[in-house]
């Protein structure tokens, strides 16, 4: 399916969960398009009936978030605010850069995304795959902590000018700097669904995290 047209869930032969019939209104920490998509994509076969908006709030973490508790505190913090708008889940997803424990030049950080999914009294986390920008963005986003957005975009339109899937935008609002990487494969908004669903599980299972006193 077109990745431009969101995410359709595909019927399987196993069970669907049954955890989020009743969620009317999710409230996302960002105006940020991808990252809507992304959680309306996610909660599509799970509550289809949810009016899913999103609303700006302050992540209270550094614009360029390094190290997975910042990641972490950023998502919570953005996930907590949305609710606290006025919803029956708030959702917050924050990427950031964690750095790597390992021997070799490089890599020495990865990408990561992080989505917080919450309703007041529950918590649930989910991670998104991790890639590697190009050694020459890591150091300023994480020695001067400048944006990586805005770096990469310069940094594509100096190696690559215009050309590829989604050159002529801006990463942060399109497929992402992950799209423009992986040619369109992988967009920002596929990128973060894969963290809201996983942020998702212990919602959709209540039973077996010993949440039968909650909402579901």
């Known amino acids: ?7 359709r869930h595909e019927p399987s032969d196993g069970p669907v969960p049954r955890g989020l019939g009743w969620v009317r209104s999710v ?12 959680a309306r994509a ?19 973490v550094s614009e360029q978030p390094v190290g997975f508790d910042e990641i972490l505190r950023g998502a919570e913090t953005r996930a907590r605010a949305a609710l606290a708008a006025g919803a029956d889940l708030g959702i917050g997803i924050e ?20 989505a917080v999914v919450t309703d007041g ?58 799209g423009k990487l992986t040619g369109g494969v992988l967009t920002r908004q596929e990128y973060g669904r894969h963290a809201v669903i996983c942020a998702l599980v212990r919602f959709l299972h209540p039973d077996l995290y010993g949440d039968l006193g909650s909402s579901a």
């Open 121 to 178: 009294s529950r918590l649930g986390v989910g991670l998104s795959s991790g890639f590697a920008y190009p050694p020459d963005l890591t150091g300023p986003a994480t020695e001067r902590r400048e944006p990586i957005g805005p770096l990469f975009d310069r940094f594509w339109t100096q190696h690559r000018g215009a050309r590829g899937a989604g050159a002529a935008e801006v990463s942060g609002r399109s497929i992402g700097n992950v």
């Open 1 to 7: 399916m077109n990745a431009a047209r969101g995410y």
């Open 95 to 114: 990427d950031g850069l964690v750095p790597l424990d390992v021997t070799a030049d490089e890599p020495r950080h990865l990408n990561l995304g992080c």
């Open 27 to 38: 409230r996302v920490g960002t105006l940020n398009r991808p990252k809507l998509g992304a």
């Open 42 to 60: 996610a909660l599509r076969p799970y509550a289809p009936q949810a009016c899913v908006l999103g609303t700006e709030v302050d992540s209270g």
